[in-house]
């Protein structure tokens, strides 16, 4: 009798467990689960896992919460989450042994975490993935050449764990929001990123903003958010990567803040490459004022880009190439559509300083200079001496200036007869050096609508100051050397400023770069409760300021990697098992980013979302059409609908 009941109170013990077990790893997979501690859980104070707006008001999501009252009679021990992540990487398979394995791995800590290092990036551009990549690498070299011990223990890989945090639903920061969509051989580079995101060391949290400060170009109110200090709290050290090119620097020029038409180069930019917060769902008034300005304008549109840098030639090579070679590539959709019915009359360039100190790359200046069907008209091309002198300390610089002098002369032997572009098709670009924009004029001063640009005044400039390092200032005879050229659209291209994380905590200068030692250590103010840690760290543009191609990032990374490594060696830094709550649902991780990667490229066979409607239906139609043509992807260019595919995907 006895023996009976204790068989039945095992038996239906066994199933409920075996219940548990099922829903907590459905939830596991739906919620992108990957970390869960009884002892974390307790111990956390603060919303680690915020909503943003909703900043500490709640620590996780309900639904997490819920999963976590579930998980807590499963396992009570602090444990190393990585190989909860594991699973979820390698497919997130559902089946039964997956459920034993999940139960098997959250209830045994692991000793080896004892020893293991685990940092926190923050940002998954090039330099947070360099980064990545160096702290996975680093070695115990010099420990070992000061030990007695045997040779076999000389570079000894130090045992280390990357967390990457990401504000957008997509990683790899400017390489996919910056590089020119007809540039895709630059974005092969993300095929090395993928590869490290699929390392086991190695988890993604994107949609997951850090640091409390919110900028113009965040589409605010769907991610999560996360602060420096806490990250500090859970790891052995902190490495911020979050670049620095959020907002474009202004010109300062009457009427800059007030006409419609006016936008930086990053604006732009962010347009044609589809960020979710400059896509017409979230920016429509943005949209909509570019594509009228592109499309309406009877005489053709007349865009002015300030600035002499590649950024410069990208945007310019993006209004004057013809809308059939950009359907092949990643370009998003929505600029693809307003560019295909766009009539652009012309496009100018314009320098503040001579052709000698322009930051054109010889390879992209040729590039669009040598599209079909354009006049090209360079200005103010004679050169001093001064300018030679300059340019022969930078080959690139004479370079540049060498093809603008060929496509110069093979410009005036085909030079058109009027202002405008000859024939239907052709357009102009111009290119003017030693000129600076003084002000912006609207469209019709007796129109309804005065508040857009019609107009820019440009006046000349001269040089002054020491070879090498000459500034520009505009000429004193307005009436001689001022001009007023057409100006539907005006780009300014002239730098950017980054956002500052965290004022108080992370020191940055007026455009936003960090305050280091020369190497990555992020230098603090001496009032800062941070001080006393010394485990932060700064690489990429936040750390040099906006300069540099993405190769750059590698030395930059290796750098700040080499500045942690001693740390470790010196012993400043200690190892941290990067315990976390679980992160909500909408945390995009590794694994999902994947599903949106092979949705985006056409290769998934299942992208429907929850409520299947007729978008969802032309993106089908458009998956369809990425397989046919030569279309690299077809970028999601909505975050409630990233969220969406990947729900659906989970469920
Ligand atoms: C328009 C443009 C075109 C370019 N084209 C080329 C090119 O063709 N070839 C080339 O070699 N180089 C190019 N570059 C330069 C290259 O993109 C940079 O060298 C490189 O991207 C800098 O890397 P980064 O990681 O420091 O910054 P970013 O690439 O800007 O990455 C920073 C990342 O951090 C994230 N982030 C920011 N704040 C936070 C936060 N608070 N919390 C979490 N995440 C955050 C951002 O979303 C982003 O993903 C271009 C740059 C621009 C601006």
């Not at 940002?123 to 000061?146: I, R």
């Not at 170009?217 to 200090?229: A, F, P, Y």
């Not at 693809?336 to 930051?359: C, F, H, P």
């Not at 979302?609 to 397989?627: G, H």
């Amino acid at each position: 009798m006895l023996q009976n009941r204790l068989r039945k109170t095992l038996l239906c013990s066994a199933s409920k467990l075996r219940i548990y077990s099922r829903r907590q790893e459905q939830q596991f997979h739906q919620n992108g689960v990957v970390a869960m501690s009884f002892v974390s859980f307790s111990s956390f104070s603060g919303g680690v896992w915020g909503r943003r707006r909703v900043i500490r008001e709640s620590f996780v999501d309900d639904d997490v919460a819920f999963h976590w009252g579930r998980m807590r009679s499963l396992c009570c021990h602090p444990c190393g989450n990585n190989d909860n992540i594991n699973s979820e990487k390698s497919g997130g398979s559902k089946n039964a042994t997956t459920t034993t394995t999940f139960r098997r791995k959250f209830t045994s800590a692991s000793s080896d975490e004892n020893e293991q290092y685990s940092f926190a990036i923050v940002g998954s551009g090039p330099a947070g993935m360099y980064a990545a990549d160096k702290l996975l690498h680093m070695k115990n070299s010099s420990s070992s050449s000061s030990s007695s011990s045997s040779s076999s223990s000389n570079n000894v890989l130090i045992d280390a764990k990357v967390d990457v945090y990401e504000k957008e639903c997509f990683p790899y920061g400017l390489v996919r929001f910056g590089v020119a969509p007809d540039h895709q051989a630059t974005k092969n580079v993300t095929n090395k990123f993928d590869a490290l995101l699929r390392d086991e060391r190695v988890r993604l949290f994107a949609n997951v903003k850090v640091g409390s400060v919110g900028n113009e170009n965040d589409d605010d109110g769907e991610g999560l958010r996360v602060s420096t200090k806490e990250l500090l709290e859970r790891y052995s050290g902190v490495v911020l990567a979050h670049g620095a090119a959020d907002n474009d620097r202004k010109l300062q020029i009457e009427n800059e803040d007030t006409l419609r038409g006016v936008y930086g180069a990053r604006q732009f930019v962010n347009w044609y490459n589809g960020l979710p917060s400059a896509a017409p769902m979230r920016n429509k008034e943005m949209h909509e004022d570019i594509v009228d300005r592109l499309q309406n304008k009877k005489n053709g549109s007349n865009v002015v880009i300030v600035g002499v840098g590649n950024v410069t030639l990208d945007c310019a090579r993006i209004l004057l190439r013809s809308p059939e070679e950009l359907k092949e590539t990643d370009i998003a959709s929505h600029a693809l559509e307003a560019l295909e019915k766009a009539n652009v009359n012309s496009v100018t360039i314009v320098g503040r300083r001579s052709v000698a100190q322009a930051k054109f790359s010889p390879k992209e200046l040729r590039e669009v200079l040598n599209l079909p069907d354009l006049d090209v008209q360079i200005d103010d091309l004679e050169v001093t001496e001064e300018d030679i002198e300059e340019m022969n300390a930078s080959r690139p610089r004479r370079r540049a200036f060498e093809v603008l002098e060929k496509a110069k002369k093979e410009g005036a032997a085909t030079k058109s007869d009027g202002d405008d572009a000859k024939g239907g098709t052709r357009k102009i670009l111009r290119v003017l050096f030693l000129r600076s924009p003084t002000g912006l004029l609207p469209e019709d001063d007796i129109s309804s609508s005065p508040s857009s640009l019609g107009f820019v005044k440009i006046r000349k400039n001269i040089l002054q100051g020491p070879t090498g390092n000459r500034q520009a200032t505009l000429s004193n005879d307005q009436v001689r050397d001022e001009t007023i050229l057409p100006c539907d659209i005006l780009i300014r291209s002239v730098g950017y400023v980054g956002d500052k994380l965290e004022p108080n905590l992370v020191p940055s200068d007026k455009n936003g770069t960090i305050v280091h030692d020369g190497l990555g250590r992020v230098r603090y103010n001496e009032d800062s409760s941070a001080s006393a840690t010394g485990r932060l760290y700064v690489c990429g543009w936040a750390k040099r300021g906006a300069s540099g191609v993405i190769a750059t990032n590698v030395q930059c990374a290796e750098e700040t990697a080499e500045a942690i490594k001693e740390d470790i060696l010196n012993g400043l830094l200690k190892p941290a098992a990067r315990i976390l709550p679980p992160p909500p649902s909408n945390t995009i991780t590794a694994s999902k980013w994947f599903k949106l990667d092979a949705v985006e490229r056409g290769e998934s066979d299942r992208e429907e979302t929850e409520e299947e409607d007729v978008e969802e239906k032309s993106e089908s139609n458009k998956k369809a059409l990425n397989v046919r043509s030569r279309k690299p992807r077809t970028k999601i260019v909505d975050r409630d609908r990233a969220l969406a595919i990947v729900r659906a995907a989970a469920s």
